[in-house]
């Protein structure tokens, strides 16, 4: 199979996921109750004849198959409606969109700086006591949640010693920013969770990439490398390392959705105005714009990345083309 | 390898089963041991909780006549004696509560666990076993809940019932039952895998030639040949199952008048400034519970499953 070929397939199959997905959000928002009336929950003095206005206008009066249409149709050009309490959905979602990323992409960038060179040493020295250091204690990393790591280091090093501000994403207040500068101020925000992120992301990364790094050890190449001469070096990071990256590669792009739909827990204990805190929030109140609009982008980014990197995965080895 | 059941002859003379050889295994493995121990002391704690715990439950020190003290009532005061790991807001000891905790730790992994492992070994099983177009709709709908932003809409599965049934909402039963829906895809898909390798074995197609029902093959000789499976996945199942409760408590969606730890440490978190006690004792017991069961599940892997130890 080419690989064009097997790209259209691949992308075929995402079309009925992300409709199943959405009829599973629309039909939670049914199932919780009268739209209109989650919509005036918050103002009461609103009268019959307004209520069947915005009936009409959420398309309320029409059958049920044809308001999930029009609610697709309306997600599919992009118009992702106004929230019950009226801001606009996108303007919200790109708001708190930065502060997600940056946190995500910070912590998934410095735990694989940080994870691959333990986990490669961890494989060189197989069964030795440092091994088994690393891996038992990355065990025992796997287990600790964030809302732990976060809220002893918010209490250690926000509370207890003030070296860092205990949550925020920067100072309210312009004129207590850091040396009187935003960018240092956030970066000074930034410090705690995004530390607290990467090691709490840390210990999977570890394992994955010594036991990846211990299959391709065993192969015949790595053998032929050492016998013909090759430096160390040379065969455990030009052969080694190389042919190890391909599970690596696969996980980071799984698990960016993973990581993405984590993100309450995350931002919740350090405060951070991100899409995940914003979830939260609006959950809270029921605002299903705002709920379905995130549940919606989270999926397809996750639809995205799986495919990138299946096709990625296809591109570096053949041998999953074939079938 | 596959004849985990069958039952070995070593030269001595007497048996041996596979179980007992994967015991000695585990036996030699410290961590998984130390696992072994911490889910065993927390199994004490939960049977007798009373006999562990100081007070008895609820009881608000100070106030509560089991708990009278000197009479004045203990608020968010520090670890002390009479309170080795503080007190909350309302008043109550904070290690009793955790102690009474446990058994609501327990009853969400295993309750949810339960629900979990039923839906993958079926999908699993059927998938596997009958393959076809079986497989496919089985495999694709196992997608689709694998793409689910799970903890996203289990977070909006609860709120809506809170708001349409709130008389329920004392009740943990539906975070376990939603947390139990929702977590099998992966699960259901390692053991389809296994099905379809254990399915190629001359045994199965043996009893197939001598007449065995389908039933018969798919109860008395996939299941028990893809058994160790289920125990390492449904291990670490309960410790990620405890978590997510805990996770989904503390963000305060969790059933408010439960005792779970997510749920104490949600009803300390706004005073974790003056009285950090009452949030954090709650977090480090998820985390040993959650380490326990992760640290026996991969000890239980290598040890039921020696291809992967070569």
Known sequence: ?323 | MAQTTLEQRPAGGHRVSQWALAWRRLKKNKVAIAGLGIVGIFIVMAAFDRLVALYPPKCILGVSPACQLDGRLHSNSPPGLAYPLGTDITGYDVYSEIVYGTRAAFLIGVGATGLTMLIAVVIGLAAGYFGGWMDNLLMRLTEVFLVIPFFLLLLVFLQVTIKLAPANTGSIWLVVFVIGAFSWPGAARIIRGEVLRVREFEFIAASRQIGASSYRILFRHLFPNVLHIIIVLATLQIAASILTEAAVSFLGFGAPGSNTWGQQMYNSANYVEQAWWGTLFPAVFVTLMVMGFNLLGNGLRDALDPRLRE
């Open chain 1, 1 to 323: 199979m080419s690989i064009i070929k097997y790209v259209v397939r691949r992308s075929l199959f995402l079309v009925p996921v992300f409709f199943g997905i959405t009829l599973l959000v629309f039909s939670i928002e049914r199932l919780a109750g009268d739209p209109v009336q989650l919509y005036t929950a918050l103002n009461p003095h609103i009268n019959e004849a307004q209520r069947q206005l915005l009936r009409q206008s959420l398309h309320l009066d029409q059958p049920i198959h044809i308001q999930y249409l029009s609610w697709l149709s309306d997600l599919l050009s992009l118009n992702l409606g106004f929230s019950y309490s009226g801001g606009s959905v996108a303007v919200l979602i790109s708001q708190r969109l930065w502060a997600t990323l940056e946190l995500q992409l910070i912590g998934l960038t410095l735990s694989l700086i940080i994870a691959i060179p333990i986990g490669i040493l961890s494989a060189r020295k197989r069964y030795s006591v440092l091994d088994v250091t690393i891996t038992s204690s990355s065990l025992v990393g796997t287990s600790i949640p964030i809302f732990f790591l976060g809220v002893a280091a918010i209490l250690i090093f926000g509370y207890n010693l003030h070296w860092f501000p205990s949550g925020g994403f920067q100072s309210s207040d312009p004129s207590r920013y850091l040396y009187h500068n935003l960018l240092l101020d956030q970066a000074w925000h930034l410090f705690l969770p995004a530390t607290v992120y990467t090691f709490a992301i840390l210990a999977p990364v570890v394992l994955l990439v010594r036991s990846s790094m211990l299959e391709v050890l065993r192969q015949d190449y790595i053998l032929a490398g050492r016998a013909s001469g090759l430096s160390e070096r040379s065969v455990m990071y030009k052969h080694g390392l190389r042919n190890a990256l391909i599970p690596i590669v696969t996980y980071v792009g799984l698990y960016f959705g993973g990581l993405l739909a984590g993100a309450p827990v995350t931002e919740t204990v350090f405060n951070w105005p991100g899409v995940g805190k914003l979830f939260v929030d609006y959950t809270t109140q029921l605002d299903f714009p705002v709920i379905q609009a995130v549940v919606v982008i989270i999926t397809l980014m996750t639809l995205v990345a799986n495919l990138v990197t299946d096709v990625t995965y296809a591109y570096i080895d053949p041998r999953i083309r074939l079938e």
